[in-house]
């Protein structure tokens, strides 16, 4: 019966595309605050330690 599906009418794929396009710009928005954060906040090291020799360290 895995072969079967409901295929979707015009209501449905505007649903559909209103989904996409909602999950789109919410994560796409959210990529934007995480780069903020990180160019404001974090730098990069070139000498940054194994996170083996972080956990032994605290």
Known sequence: MSEYRIKPGPVGKAVINGYKTVEN???DA???VEDAF???FLEKTEDAPADSEQEGQQ
């Open 30 to 32: 959210y990529k934007k």
């Open 38 to 40: 990180v160019d404001t």
């Open 25 to 27: 710009t919410v994560v």
